[in-house]
């Protein structure tokens, strides 16, 4: 039997386990998907502990997703986000990887979102990093709005600093509206909407063309997924982007197809 699973902390309410296994049951694949919960300072250790103990792969979720890149091989999305939520153990040293930032890609790709033109994100805090990454990654250009807007001009420098084709713009939040004019691609990485009726965008800056990504899961359905499909834009609910960061890892672990139905099934029953 192979095992897999996550190491946070606190990791006390993943959905990753359910998710997880359903692929390995629709496939007919012996493992199991398992939580751990180190010590805040025991990432890299866990993930030393875990190459001897024969787990087959990890997901690594806060805190330790920047401190397991010392004893991991980032492959070069990894590195240049300079985080790791993937880890393959079936390489010495482990393989490194950040399906984050993959996840908001494929996301907008199964909703046949064309990535190209401009996007604008909201926020800069971790999900923010995976995600202009993960966007300019394939070459789009995009803005990023942050409260502070400080964060947001760090973090378009560390774009434009690294080998991705896109580039980025850091701004504060407050030219949210004017970004959005010319906007193709509109992505919530802030935490606001979650458990709460608030949107970090004003209902009038929406519009039809934009394709809209709520990171945030909890509920699926918020005030700015509302407002967006209102404005008849394409809506992206944060299940997805969990769902296809679990998926991009389930297919690096297993060199299988993920059983992408399955694992939604899975996934959204947890949600509720
Ligand atoms: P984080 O690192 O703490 O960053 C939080 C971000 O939200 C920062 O940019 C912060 O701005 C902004 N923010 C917080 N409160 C705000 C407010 N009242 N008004 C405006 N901006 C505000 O958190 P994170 O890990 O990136 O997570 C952000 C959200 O994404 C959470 O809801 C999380 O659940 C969700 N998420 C979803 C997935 C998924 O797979 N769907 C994955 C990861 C995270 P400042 O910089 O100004 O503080």
Redesign the pocket.
């Known amino acids: 039997m192979d095992v897999y699973g996550l190491i946070g902390n606190p990791v006390g309410h993943s959905l990753s386990p359910p998710m997880h296994e359903a692929g390995y049951e629709h496939c007919d694949i012996d493992a199991r998907y398992v939580t751990f919960e180190p010590p805040a300072d025991g990432g890299a250790a866990a993930v030393e502990s875990a190459a001897q103990l024969g787990v087959s792969g990890l997901n690594v979720t806060?805190p330790f997703k920047q401190d397991v890149l010392d004893v991991v091989d980032p492959d070069p999305l990894a590195e240049r986000l300079g985080a790791v939520n993937t880890i393959d153990f079936q390489t010495d040293p482990p393989r490194g990887y950040n399906t984050?930032a993959i996840?908001v890609v494929r996301a907008l790709e199964h909703h046949d979102v064309d990535l190209a033109g401009r996007a604008v994100v909201?926020?800069?805090?971790?999900?923010?990093r995976?995600t202009v990454f993960g966007l300019a990654d394939h070459g789009l250009t995009v803005d990023i709005a942050?409260?502070?807007t400080e964060?947001a001009v760090e973090l378009a420098e560390s774009v434009t600093d690294s080998s991705v084709s896109g580039t980025a713009t850091g701004q504060g939040?407050d030219n949210v509206e004017e970004l959005l004019v010319d906007a193709d691609i509109l992505v919530n990485?802030?935490?606001?909407g979650?458990e709460s009726d608030e949107s970090?965008v004003p209902a009038e800056a929406l519009h039809g063309d934009l394709a809209v990504l709520d990171?945030?899961?909890?509920p699926l359905e918020t005030t700015l997924l509302r407002d967006a499909a209102a404005a008849g834009a394409t809506t992206v609910d944060?299940?997805w982007?969990?769902l296809y960061?679990g998926v991009e890892a389930f297919e690096r672990w297993t060199g299988e197809s993920a059983p992408v139905e399955a694992m939604n099934e899975a996934l959204r029953a947890g949600l509720d």
């Open positions: 806060i984050d996840g909201v926020g800069a805090g971790g999900a923010g995976a942050n409260r502070t964060k939040l990485a802030t935490s606001v979650m970090p990171a945030v899961y909890s944060g299940a982007m969990l960061q």
